[in-house]
Nanobody
């Protein structure tokens, strides 16, 4: 049974920082591409950042220079460091593990709210 458990969300003022964590109980974690997605109320889920098994990263334009995705394969953990947060970053953030179309998993999500 694969489990992805996110933590680290919360309420933060604009300009503040949060660090999200995703603990993965999956064998061969290092083989998975890992990503963070978010879904704001009334909007579709969107990819925020991704890091593949080789360590290459991708960021959506709106978070480049502010967010950093990283992983520790020895600890089966994924992080998302979020700096200079904006109100438009408010969303539920989801951890994703992808190996193939039949081996893709999601966490339960963690709420991030950026508000004064």
């Amino acid at each position: 049974q694969v489990q992805l458990v996110e933590s680290g969300g919360g309420l933060v003022q604009p300009g503040g920082s949060l660090r999200l964590s995703c603990a993965a109980s999956v064998s061969a974690f290092r083989a998975y591409a890992m990503g963070w997605y978010r879904q704001a109320q009334g909007k579709q889920r969107e990819l925020v950042a991704r890091i593949n098994s080789g360590g290459s990263t991708f960021y959506r334009d709106s978070v480049k220079g502010r967010f950093t995705i990283s992983r520790d394969n020895a600890k089966n953990t994924l992080w998302l460091q979020m700096n200079s947060l904006k109100p438009e970053d408010t969303a539920v953030y989801y951890c994703n593990a992808y190996y193939s179309s039949s081996s893709e998993y999601w966490g339960q999500g963690t709420q991030v709210t950026v508000s004064a």
